[in-house]
């Protein structure tokens, strides 16, 4: 099995002790929006940059090899304060959406079948001092192990997906990669699992031996799930590995 959790568990981690409870509802803010990121800028950031609360620097041309594009921009509700618990369900939820839409996929089966993930970003504390109130969403290729240049076009058409987008798994700690690296695993089949309640690893262990068999192609197989905060955000996704040759 292998875990697949999504990079906004990382950056979570790091928000309570990188953010101030200076914004809040009743901040004094004439633009939420303050120092925003336009959709569809890109930028050349590493795995370490990924995994920080904040992202300072400059959009590049998007015509150069760049590894992360802004797909979305989210304002606060009102009620949502930038250090409160709850801040991670709502950028996951909005960045979840935003990175479906852009790559063209309707549903996150579709999307744990590609090695794209999400990133999201807050404003720095000067901003929010200042009363900004905004979510960056960020699509990204890979994992906080390794990103990929992003392709030209994001969309992935129907799957199979092209091998440059396609979800592997790779290394000894089996690493999200895109197909076309040398890998040891392929994404082969997704599965939704109901219910409210998140499962425990046993509960996993044995729904992904059970419904990966008829999703796979080889005898030897792996199976990942969303984390907790992943799946209370909506992704209840069960990703099923057939064990590859390369």
């Not at 799957?159 to 790779?170: E, N």
């Amino acid at each position: 099995m292998t875990t697949r959790l999504g990079i906004g568990a990382a950056v979570a981690a790091l928000l309570a002790a990188a953010l101030t409870s200076t914004t809040t509802a009743s901040a004094t803010a004439q633009d939420p929006l303050l120092g925003a990121p336009v959709t569809g800028q890109c930028f050349d950031m590493s795995t370490e940059e990924l995994s920080q609360p904040t992202y300072p620097e400059a959009a590049i041309d998007c015509t150069l090899p760049h590894t992360s594009q802004v797909v979305g921009v989210a304002v606060l509700p009102d009620d949502l304060a930038y250090e409160s618990p709850d801040l991670e369900q709502f950028a996951l939820e909005s960045c979840y959406a935003a990175v479906r839409k852009a790559i063209g996929v309707k549903n996150m089966r579709a999307l744990s079948l590609t090695a794209y993930n999400v990133g999201f970003f807050v404003p720095s504390t000067d901003l929010q001092s200042a009363g900004a109130r905004w979510l960056r969403c960020d699509v990204v290729l890979g994992h906080l192990a390794e990103l990929h240049a992003l392709p030209a076009k994001l969309e992935v058409g129907r799957f199979p997906y092209a091998k440059g987008v396609s979800r592997c798994l790779a290394g000894r700690d089996f690493h999200v990669t895109v197909c076309a690296e040398k890998h040891t695993y392929r994404a082969t089949a997704a599965v939704t699992v109901p219910g409210k309640k998140f499962p425990s690893v046993k509960k996993w262990q044995r729904l992904g031996n059970r419904q990966c068999v008829r999703g796979v192609t080889s005898r030897q197989f792996r199976f990942g799930w969303p984390s907790k905060s992943s799946w209370k955000a909506g992704d209840h996704t069960l990703t099923c590995y057939s064990r590859t040759k390369k």
